[in-house]
């Protein structure tokens, strides 16, 4: 039996988590003891962790704080591979192997596109160069899409073809289960058509966009529409006075966090990811996953990738309004068969991915 740790900075409700999630439930426990080390056991995925997952709790959410703690937990769980997802957390892993007694296998996982990163807060400034110094000390460096693999390689002057690609853990039995579930709110009995975005609240998600598309859709549209949102974030308020704005408070729903997003996705008419960067966008497989018809902006990287060539024609330049309002109201007057989606998605599997890291050892 391998033991085999995954590392992320904390519990709340982004891809990156879900993926750690989907990851611990993937693994077969005839050959995998999995572990679960976190800067902070909190946040919307905390109570989705399997039960038979060991979780160590560092308990500290900054990570330029976890150096310490994790020197601690690397010589005493002795791990065989230690997979740490994001950018913050996988420096602060490499700078802890590099004065542990003992060292495991470390694959860090880079969730983003290196070269459209552009932080927020100051410290950010520091990732590209603290990455391109401390990624070649790890034994794997893992994209998650071929495009975002091949940017790393480049920004962080990586050796061609070092950067490998495994593909997020992402269609699954449970997630097709859980799509039939019912949507307990009012928006569950919404009979016009509804639009569907998910994802944090951020400029990296750039829903200011695709609120303006919406607005154009709706003074357009001959039948009821309804734009949701499901997420949460810094741009909220931003949001909220951009609908107040466009006078579309009755149109469009910013939900929150949700518990069960792919009933959402089942229940809407049409997805819209308006992403400005991604590396692979998770929401826009699982929406696919679905059945459910997309748009997407064209954005590095990641859904030029996820789509089959015959399918580009859903992908838009990012930011452009009009371009977004046109399209979605194309997709939504002549919706392509759900099974055409979700078939072409099916190497996003669990299974494929728990295999995928399994064979790092």
Same mark, same amino acid.
């Given at each position: 039996?391998?033991?085999?740790?995954?590392?992320?900075?904390?519990?709340?409700?982004?891809?990156?988590?879900?993926?750690?999630?989907?990851?611990?439930?993937?693994?077969?426990?005839?050959?995998?003891?999995?572990?679960?080390?976190?800067?902070?056991?909190?946040?919307?995925?905390?109570?989705?962790?399997?039960?038979?997952?060991?979780?160590?709790?560092?308990?500290?959410?900054?990570?330029?704080?976890?150096?310490?703690?994790?020197?601690?937990?690397?010589?005493?769980?002795?791990?065989?591979?230690?997979?740490?997802?994001?950018?913050?957390?996988?420096?602060?892993?490499?700078?802890?192997?590099?004065?542990?007694?003992?060292?495991?296998?470390?694959?860090?996982?880079?969730?983003?596109?290196?070269?459209?990163?552009?932080?927020?807060?100051?410290?950010?400034?520091?990732?590209?160069? !603290?990455?391109?110094? %401390?990624?070649?000390?790890?034994?794997?460096?893992? /994209? $998650? #899409?071929?495009?975002?693999?091949? +940017?790393?390689?480049?920004?962080?002057?990586?050796?061609?073809?070092?950067?490998?690609?495994?593909?997020?853990?992402?269609?699954?039995?449970?997630?097709?289960?859980?799509?039939?579930?019912?949507?307990?709110?009012?928006?569950?009995?919404?009979?016009?058509?509804?639009?569907?975005?998910?994802?944090?609240?951020?400029?990296?998600?750039?829903?200011?966009?695709?609120?303006?598309?919406?607005?154009?859709?709706?003074?357009?549209?001959?039948?009821?529409?309804?734009?949701?949102?499901?997420?949460?974030?810094?741009?909220?308020? !931003?949001?909220?006075? %951009?609908?107040?704005?466009?006078?579309?408070?009755? /149109? $469009? #729903?910013?939900?929150?966090?949700? +518990?069960?997003?792919?009933?959402?996705?089942?229940?809407?008419?049409?997805?819209?990811?308006?992403?400005?960067?991604?590396?692979?966008?998770?929401?826009?497989?699982?929406?696919?996953?679905?059945?459910?018809?997309?748009?997407?902006?064209?954005?590095?990287?990641?859904?030029?990738?996820?789509?089959?060539?015959?399918?580009?024609?859903?992908?838009?330049?990012?930011?452009?309004?009009?371009?977004?309002?046109?399209?979605?109201?194309?997709?939504?007057?002549?919706?392509?068969?759900?099974?055409?989606?979700?078939?072409?998605?099916?190497?996003?599997?669990?299974?494929?991915?728990?295999?995928?890291?399994?064979?790092?050892?």
């Amino acid at each position: 039996m391998k033991r085999i740790a995954n590392f992320i900075p904390s519990l709340s409700g982004g891809g990156a988590e879900r993926v750690v999630v989907n990851l611990l439930r993937a693994f077969d426990r005839n050959k995998v003891i999995p572990l679960l080390i976190t800067g902070s056991a909190t946040g919307p995925f905390a109570d989705k962790i399997p039960d038979d997952v060991e979780v160590i709790d560092l308990k500290t959410a900054q990570m330029r704080k976890a150096t310490r703690p994790l020197i601690e937990v690397l010589n005493r769980q002795k791990a065989d591979l230690l997979i740490s997802h994001l950018s913050h957390a996988n420096i602060a892993l490499l700078r802890a192997a590099r004065k542990a007694n003992y060292r495991p296998k470390i694959a860090v996982v880079e969730h983003m596109t290196m070269s459209a990163y552009k932080g927020e807060r100051w410290r950010d400034r520091l990732i590209k160069p !603290l990455t391109k110094r %401390l990624y070649p000390y790890a034994d794997h460096v893992i /994209s $998650v #899409s071929n495009d975002a693999a091949r +940017d790393l390689e480049q920004v962080l002057s990586l050796p061609n073809g070092s950067v490998k690609t495994i593909y997020n853990p992402v269609v699954s039995p449970e997630l097709e289960k859980q799509a039939q579930e019912n949507i307990e709110h009012p928006l569950g009995k919404f009979k016009g058509k509804l639009i569907l975005g998910v994802g944090r609240l951020s400029k990296q998600k750039d829903f200011s966009t695709l609120i303006k598309a919406f607005s154009k859709l709706h003074t357009l549209a001959d039948t009821a529409v309804h734009l949701a949102i499901l997420g949460t974030g810094e741009q909220e308020s !931003l949001l909220r006075s %951009l609908i107040g704005r466009h006078e579309l408070q009755d /149109s $469009v #729903s910013l939900v929150g966090f949700q +518990d069960n997003p792919y009933a959402w996705m089942r229940k809407a008419d049409l997805f819209v990811l308006s992403s400005r960067w991604e590396a692979l966008p998770t929401v826009l497989i699982e929406a696919m996953a679905c059945g459910t018809n997309i748009v997407s902006t064209d954005c590095p990287s990641g859904p030029r990738e996820i789509l089959p060539a015959a399918l580009h024609g859903h992908l838009v330049d990012v930011g452009d309004t009009s371009a977004l309002a046109q399209q979605m109201s194309r997709v939504l007057c002549n919706p392509i068969a759900a099974e055409q989606w979700s078939s072409a998605v099916s190497h996003f599997s669990f299974a494929h991915a728990a295999t995928a890291y399994s064979d790092l050892i």
